[in-house]
């Protein structure tokens, strides 16, 4: 027996009853959700099964193959975990956005055609910058504007790059794309914006931070993967994502390490690490396209594991600096082990889901002859250990004593690490289930001397390093402070440009107004003395001097007449 019911039609008509239900019934429906999409999933059946035309396209709002098939699996992975970690929410916006969101996410990567993909990029946009509101305050607010106005102008380059690929192709199907046209370079830009390429990015650190506790977790998992999604099915073997990849997995490091808000340090490491995946992907082999989308999927639990121990953290204590926190292993000794787990899983310890993932893509880097990537990929690795393997979980449970003493997380949440938690080490200990998902055979065995010694060996270093700039003093301080990031650009650059513009311009604009509007106001005073009611023009004349107007001109033309 196979399905064809498209899975996100079980995310939206679960979102509807979600709105009308309260108390337990509501938590049992929302855990129901992912569940019964996740059966629906294994009895998909393959190819395109949901197909119609629509106006002059060939729409395919099924698509079902072993890359959108991974994707789907972990984000109803990523949906179940955010659920659980909500469970104790009370607010109805977050439960039903977050599982409008996530519907979106999985019908965006069963979309057979790029219209329909584009009506699911802009409903991610929609959906989820309610999770950013939901935190109430002025400043997610403005944050949540600045969001959507990206997100949504994403979702517009994405339709004038599908519109124009239609002149040049006659199809909206949604396969190997290319840079062959101006079509593709404008998708590719829909795609790179939501995916945070360098100088892009700036809308997901603003954000992220932003957002409820539980709202990041929704976040952390979709937009950026359903991007690496979409960049994996349409621009395969694109050598420019090779060093946009490499850049973004090293820019991010500088700023993680000076960042003194822990969930901000989080959202850099997760640009950080989508860096591998748009490297894998722009390299394009079967081996890096594995370790491209195989890094994204064990990426999403280890991500949502690390920003569901800092959204504990902020529940419990209501503080989220490095400079506040410290000290609470005391009191939330399990929600720091979930953390540690983490941190292991995404600084790629062996036996740790990170390890048999990014592995993959280092090593495809060196066998495609790319030396000086592959150098900054291991540069970025030391670096991830040093801000998420280390940073994070010494600065919030270790390092000096706060003296915050709180209760441990609530139930719910440490349930939903526990799960992520035990997923990390499952595939980092096991990762045949995972490897048998992939899109191509895969021929690589993570766990060889050579792989294990040269991960142990930057591991160690990166850790001896840390030691020392710490003792040394070398290490720089967690301090409260503004780090100026590409955002400066359009929310302080763009603002103080155009005041100066108005204030060299404005004058100059107001006199030339002001000079034309005098000379409107002469000429209409001019027509209207000559033409109005009062006008001479307009005047009322005696009958005698008509005729002997009338006379007089006849006499000319009589006279002109005789003389010529």
């Excluded at 939901?134 to 339709?159: C, D, E, F, P, W």
């Excluded at 994996?232 to 000076?258: C, D, K, N």
């Excluded at 600084?347 to 066998?367: D, Q, Y």
């Excluded at 604009?509 to 000379?519: I, N």
Aim: charged share 10%; with cysteine.
């Amino acid at each position: 027996m196979t399905s064809s019911l498209a899975p996100f039609l079980i995310f939206y008509v679960g979102a509807g009853l979600a709105a009308i239900t309260r108390g337990r019934l509501r938590q049992v429906l929302l855990m129901a959700i992912p569940l019964v999409g996740g059966i629906n999933l294994f009895y998909l059946g393959r190819g395109d099964l949901v197909a119609f035309g629509l106006f002059d396209y060939d729409l395919i709002l099924l698509r079902v193959d072993k890359l959108s098939f991974l994707f789907s699996i972990v984000f109803h992975i990523a949906a179940f975990l955010g659920i659980v970690f909500a469970l104790h929410v009370k607010d109805t916006t977050q439960h039903v956005s977050g599982i409008l969101y996530a519907g979106s996410s999985i019908g965006a990567v069963f979309a057979g055609d790029l219209i329909t993909l584009f009506i699911f990029w802009e409903m991610t946009a929609i959906t989820s910058v309610f999770l950013i509101l939901a935190r109430k305050s002025s400043r997610s607010q403005a944050t949540a504007m600045r969001y959507l106005i990206i997100q949504v102008m994403s979702g517009v380059i994405l339709l004038a790059g599908v519109l124009v690929r239609y002149q040049q192709t006659g199809s909206v199907e949604f396969t190997f794309i290319g840079l062959d046209g101006p079509g593709g370079a404008l998708i590719l830009l829909a795609f790179g914006i939501k995916a945070a390429f360098p100088l892009l990015h700036s809308w997901l650190t603003d954000a992220y931070p932003e957002a409820t506790p539980t709202g990041t977790i929704f976040l952390s998992a979709f937009t950026t993967k359903l991007a690496v999604y979409a960049l994996a099915r349409g621009f395969p073997g694109t050598e420019i994502l090779i060093y946009v990849g490499a850049t973004m997995t090293a820019f991010p490091i500088f700023y993680a390490v000076i960042e003194n808000d822990l969930r901000k340090v989080l959202s850099y490491s997760l640009i950080n690490q989508v860096g591998f995946m748009v490297t894998g992907i722009g390299i394009g082999t079967t081996l890096a396209l594995n370790g491209a989308v195989s890094h994204a999927f064990a990426h999403i639990i280890y991500k949502a594991l690390l920003f569901m121990s800092m959204g504990a953290v902020l529940f419990r204590t209501g503080k989220i600096n490095g400079t506040d926190l410290g000290g609470l292993y005391k009191s939330m000794p399990l929600t720091s082990i979930f953390c540690i787990v983490g941190a292991a899983s995404i600084s790629a310890f062996p036996l740790f889901s990170g390890f048999v993932a990014k592995s993959m893509v280092l090593a495809a880097a060196v066998e495609e002859g790319h030396p000086i990537v592959w150098m900054v990929l291991l540069f970025a690795s030391a670096g991830v250990f040093h801000h998420s393997g280390i940073k994070i979980p010494f600065f919030a449970f270790f390092a000096h004593d706060s003296g915050i003493r709180c209760k441990e997380a609530p139930f719910n949440m440490l349930a939903a690490m526990a799960v992520a938690a035990f997923l990390c080490i499952a595939i980092g200990v096991y990762p045949a289930p995972l490897y048998s998902l992939l899109p191509f055979e895969v021929n690589f065995d993570p766990y060889t001397a050579g792989h294990v010694l040269a991960q142990a060996q930057l591991l160690f270093f990166s850790a001896l390093a840390f030691t020392y700039l710490k003792l040394s003093g070398l290490y720089p301080p967690e301090m409260v402070g503004v780090n100026v990031d590409a955002e400066w650009s359009y929310r302080r650059l763009l603002p103080r440009a155009v005041s100066a513009f108005i204030a060299t311009f404005g004058p100059i604009d107001h006199a030339v107004r002001h000079l034309a509007m005098r000379g409107t106001q002469r000429v209409i005073v001019w027509i209207f003395r000559h033409h109005g009611p009062e006008g001479v023009l307009a005047a009322t004349m005696p009958s005698g001097a008509m005729v002997l107007g009338v006379v007089s001109v006849l006499a000319i033309f009589l006279l002109l007449y005789f003389v010529s």
